[in-house]
């Protein structure tokens, strides 16, 4: 099994569709990250979840919702997305937040909004 | 406001040797890490810099110096394979990382 697992890896969806990102991780961490990264930008943090727990939230629209069930799973929830938000998705892992450790990250998701 | 510069794109011959520069102002530091990324591809840890000095790991080299607020990551015997994006990110005095928009390196034969 690779570290951290993305699906899908490409998305093509309406301004009205509802869909979800998933994102595994078998590295036994405890942190688990959603990034945003779009063209010659720096990666933007979304959501961060420390021990299932959601502990950043860096002002996302409404229209994005995670989902932490447990410490090796999450989820984005995507729903009535702008054609702004087309982008690469990715989800990324460590230990544990707030040690400095390094991020793993998954391959990503590759979102277009039409 | 914390921010992080790099260069938008570099280009190196094959064989060669290349070095791309990373400037940092951030609220405190607690380390600071190069990332390379494939296209399509997931990023990839490389190095990681806490102390002033040079990390060197193989045919790749980390330099930091928290005085100038400066870094750069080091390529020695270009391949092609390293075609790539490298990306530097800050951990702050929150431990909260701060990225840059990463440097497109183009490798020509």
């Known amino acids: 099994e690779t570290g951290v697992t993305q699906t899908p890896r490409h998305l093509v969806m309406g301004m009205t569709n509802k869909k979800s990102l998933k994102c595994e991780q078998h590295?036994?961490?405890?942190?688990m990250y959603w990034y945003k990264q779009s063209a010659k930008k720096p990666l933007e943090l979304m959501f961060v979840y420390n021990f299932k727990e959601q502990t950043e939230n860096n002002s996302v629209p409404s229209r994005f919702s995670p989902e932490c069930p447990n410490s090796s799973h999450l989820f984005l929830h995507l729903h009535t997305l702008q054609p702004e938000d087309s982008a690469l998705y990715l989800c990324?892992?460590?230990?544990?937040?707030?040690?400095?450790?390094?991020?793993?990250f998954g391959e990503g998701s590759r979102l277009t909004v039409l | 406001g914390q921010n992080i510069d790099q260069p938008t794109e570099m280009t190196a011959t094959e064989g060669a040797i290349v070095q791309i520069n990373c400037t940092y102002q951030?609220?405190?530091?607690?380390?600071l890490f190069w990332y390379q990324q494939h296209a399509g591809e997931a990023p990839t840890f490389l190095s990681y810099?806490?102390l002033d000095g040079l990390e060197e790991k193989g045919r790749f080299s980390s330099f930091l110096s928290r005085s100038k607020g400066y870094s750069y990551l080091l390529l020695k015997e270009l391949q092609m394979k390293d075609s790539a994006s490298y990306l530097c990110a800050v951990t702050d005095s929150n431990y909260q990382l701060i990225w840059g928009a990463g440097t497109k390196l183009i490798i020509k034969p």
């Open positions: 951030t609220s405190g530091f607690n380390g």
């Open positions: 990324a892992s460590s230990h544990t937040r707030g040690e400095g450790g390094e991020l793993f």
């Open positions: 590295l036994g961490h405890n942190a």
């Open positions: 810099n806490v």
